[in-house]
């Protein structure tokens, strides 16, 4: 793995990061929008655009968010809005976002925190005390759940999680409602002294539609309420306040049963349905006329309503995303049901789903259709890392240390499949220090053990985790990913960046800092693109007794700038089809079609090359050098 000589690095001219005290950002320009100055009007809208536009409405003061598909474009479209009317910032973990709306809720301002369904499991610990807790300024997060997991380790429903916490859920249609239900939402918030959930879907979140904004209210600054067996949740209070809980549920349950959050369209008695979210698009677009009961408030159930629907219908169907909790509920008021019978529990709807669901349960007569003629199938195209990509050099270094590589949560994740195949285990945010450990401790490998894990991870989950490490001793490597950006999510800054939300300079967290305050005493820093170095690093780091990190150092070639340095280009007489830059998985390699010496040779698409040298490095004919042209 030795560097070849005459290779060169690429510059970064132009895409390097600003220093810390710059005033310029990397970032997409952050200027406020037509939109924001508009008082009113009707503009289009995505369903996070029109979330954050809602808490603008509502006049929240300070937002807080940790990015996560599909709920990342709540917050940056938050930071659109005039920092003097909100402050908005992007948290560290979701833990620590939903602790900075909980303060702001204390100091009896109106707070807003985002993430999506996993990101909730990060902040439920908040969550389950502010719920007895409750609110002074009222306190609003929005969960976005990814039915169909298109970019999720799971589909969790968070209507289970807000059921558990018993805490009200709003569950807008559309755009729309995602506006009208997030403002509405701090009202109930206030009213019945509780935190609320607004839950959209990845459907909802990224679908655009014509949306009637409005003014920005400014409630009463409240102030900081003096109240320690409210504020402070010790025991004896909680137990004071498990009571209070449960007659806000009660009341909600009332409330919900007389808001025009859950409405009945009158269609006719042989059968009704009853539905929420972005499937009551569906219905109505399958069945326009037929008796619905939308509900928009999903926790808690409006009992009475139900009961006074299902009377009014020969036959009740449920047409619900992912869990049947209102199913469930329906059957517990003692009425007999069809929901998951015909409508599944996995996997994202779709009008055609749903449309078929209708057929099987009899109430659509099934469409006769034609028999298509020849449609080619596109071929698929394998998820690969960038063409560039830092990371690809850091995998082709563990493969080659044949180590066991406990993966995390980030684009990086993709070096499991091929060609990289350098990833063995992924769980969750910063869990692969805590499975390196684990496995460290079995003394059953024989394979170096290393844990490896993104910048933005390592800061959101990985510094306890790697403080227990030192504290019982483990021998495993730990490899921080460092691209100088929440890449996976479409290049968001954190507190490694030297960034904020809106660009603004930040204090940069010194990683070599952190890993030696964690009490780890082999520590180095190496560019992510010198794999002689890399490789070398990782030797070292895998033979070291006890904890050892190695940083590899490297702007994410996409975000927040895109990086652009010279293409290389293959000799095809010194090129012998070896595969050795092909293990790279690099999207701007490819085969020749011709054929020399009767081989295929490689080629390098020179739009698609970033110019990384990481292909000419591994070459072992030296037939990859820097493009004549250049």
Request: with cysteine.
């Amino acid at each position: 793995m030795a560097t070849a000589p005459g290779k060169v690095f690429p510059k970064t001219d132009g895409a390097s990061e600003p220093s810390a005290g710059s005033s310029e950002s990397p970032t997409r320009s952050t200027k406020t929008s037509d939109i924001v100055r508009e008082d009113a009007g009707i503009h289009p809208l995505m369903g996070n655009e029109a979330i954050a536009r809602g808490v603008w409405e509502a006049g929240v003061r300070v937002a807080t968010a940790y990015p996560g598909t599909p709920s990342t474009e709540i917050l940056e479209a938050v930071a659109r809005f005039p920092g003097e009317d909100i402050d908005a910032e992007w948290a560290t973990n979701e833990k620590v976002a939903f602790d900075i709306a909980i303060g702001t809720s204390f100091a009896g301002e109106r707070s807003f925190v985002a993430m999506k369904h996993v990101g909730l499991n990060v902040a439920m610990d908040a969550l389950m005390s502010v719920t007895y807790i409750g609110v002074n300024g009222g306190l609003v997060a929005a969960v976005c759940d990814d039915p169909g997991i298109h970019s999720s380790q799971n589909e969790q429903d968070t209507r289970l999680v807000a059921r558990l916490a018993q805490v009200p859920v709003l569950e807008p249609t559309d755009a729309q409602e995602a506006l009208d239900y997030c403002r509405e939402a701090f009202d109930i918030s206030e009213s019945y002294d509780t935190p609320v959930i607004v839950r959209s879907t990845t459907r909802l979140s990224h679908t655009r539609s014509l949306v009637k904004v409005g003014q920005r209210r400014e409630p009463a600054k409240l102030g900081f309420r003096e109240d320690p067996e409210k504020n402070v949740i010790l025991p004896a209070h909680a137990r004071r306040r498990h009571p209070l809980v449960l007659e806000r549920e009660r009341k909600l349950v009332d409330f919900a049963d007389h808001s025009p959050l859950n409405r009945r369209e009158q269609g006719g008695k042989e059968f009704g349905v009853i539905t929420c979210g972005i499937a009551y698009s569906y219905i109505k677009e399958s069945l326009p006329d037929a008796s619905i009961l939308k509900l928009g408030m999903t926790y808690p159930m409006p009992d009475q309503l139900l009961r006074d629907f299902c009377a009014s219908v020969d036959r009740v169907i449920v047409v619900e995303e992912l869990e049947p909790l209102i199913e469930d509920a329906v059957r517990l008021l003692g009425f007999e049901v069809d929901g998951k019978n015909y409508f599944p529990r996995v996997g994202e709807f779709s009008p055609s789903l749903v449309r078929a669901g209708l057929e099987k349960a009899g109430v659509l007569k099934a469409k006769t259709t034609v028999e298509p003629g020849f449609r080619p199938e596109a071929l698929p195209r394998p998820p690969v890392l960038c063409a560039g990509c830092p990371h690809t050099g850091s995998y082709m270094a563990l493969r080659a240390v044949d180590a066991r590589v406990a993966g995390d949560i980030g684009c990086y994740t993709l070096a499991a499949i091929e060609p990289l195949r350098a990833i063995d285990t992924c769980v969750a945010m910063g869990s692969c220090i805590g499975n390196a450990v684990g496995i460290a401790k079995t003394g059953t490998e024989s394979r170096p053990i290393v844990a490896t894990l993104g910048d933005s991870t390592f800061l959101h989950a990985g510094i306890p985790p790697l403080i227990d490490a030192v504290y019982n001793q483990a021998n495993i490597a730990v490899l921080i990913l460092d691209n100088h950006t929440v890449a996976m999510t479409g290049g968001q800054h954190h507190a490694g960046t030297g960034f904020g939300l809106r660009g603004n300079a930040a204090p940069r967290a010194d990683f070599e800092q952190i890993v030696a305050a964690c009490g780890v005493k082999w520590v180095r820093s190496v560019d992510s693109y010198n794999l002689s170095d890399l490789y070398r690093s990782i030797v070292e780091a895998t033979q070291y007794k006890g904890v050892a990190v190695v940083i590899s150092n490297r702007p994410c070639v996409l975000d927040p700038v895109k990086i652009k340095g010279d293409p290389y280009q293959v000799n095809s007489e010194s090129c012998t089809g070896c595969q050795a830059c092909m293990n790279l998985g690099c999207p701007a390699l490819r085969w020749n079609n011709e054929l020399f010496d009767g081989h295929h040779r490689v080629m390098i698409d020179a739009e698609a090359c970033i110019g990384c040298s990481l292909c000419a490095q591994v070459c072992p004919t030296d037939a990859i050098h820097l493009s004549a042209r250049h």
